[in-house]
């Protein structure tokens, strides 16, 4: 988190007066998401290649049209989505 605030958040300026005139003058563009992730540890596997081999093969599978929900209950290692039980 400590690295997300420094190179992103810290990093990047963002005017909240900008981004709202943006929103008003077009707000038809925009719409609400709600991201959701699989978080693949490299401390679950013996290498970054051996993480990054296994994130590749959830997304092969994602592709062939998998459900997100079972995966991310299968593989995902976000001690938040762990401590809510199953992702939904």
Known sequence: MKWYRTVVVDSVPI???AVKAAFATDPGKYKQVEPSHIL???AD???DE???AK???IIA???AGEDFVALSNEFNNDVS???MGEFR
């Open 55 to 57: 994130a590749a093969s």
């Open 61 to 63: 599978r994602l592709d």
């Open 81 to 83: 989505v762990k401590s």
């Open 50 to 52: 051996d993480a990054k």
């Open 40 to 42: 693949i540890s490299s």
């Open 45 to 47: 596997a013996s290498t």
């Open 15 to 17: 005017d909240e007066a």
